[in-house]
Nanobody, 123 residues
Framework: QVRLVESGGGLVQTGGSLRLSCAAS????????IGWFRQAPGKERSFVAA???????RDYAESLEGRFNIFRDHKNTVYLQIDSLKPEDTGVYYC?????????????????WGQGTQVTVSS
């Protein structure tokens, strides 16, 4: 069973930065994708970024203006660096795994989800 655990959320001021982590365990697939999604209060869950194993290719939501960077370490941890935070970045951030290793950010294609980490940006 795949387990995903997010961490790194918190309360920050506008313009600040955060680095979220997603630690994956129980992963046995040779090709897979880890994606980050977020859900703002009262809104649907939306795609943020994704990175694939083993080639490291990355995808980002077009609307995020280059403030987000997804990267991984040599183990099974994926990070989401968020800079120049804005109040509209507030929400719960989830990581998820697509065991088929597809590109893109279609939420229903992801098989496993973490519990999420709260990000709150104050104005």
């Amino acid at each position: 069973q795949v387990r995903l655990v997010e961490s790194g959320g918190g309360l920050v001021q506008t313009g600040g930065s955060l680095r979220l982590s997603c630690a994956a365990s129980g992963v046995i697939f040779s090709t897979y994708t880890i994606g980050w999604f977020r859900q703002a209060p009262g809104k649907e869950r939306s795609f943020v970024a994704a990175i694939r194993w083993p080639d490291g290719s990355r995808d980002y939501a077009e609307s995020l203006e280059g403030r987000f960077n997804i990267f991984r370490d040599h183990k099974n941890t994926v990070y989401l660096q968020i800079d120049s935070l804005k109040p509209e970045d507030t929400g719960v951030y989830y990581c998820a795994q697509d065991r088929r290793g597809r590109r893109g950010g279609v939420a229903y294609e992801y098989d496993f989800w973490g519990q999420g980490t709260q990000v709150t940006v104050s104005s």
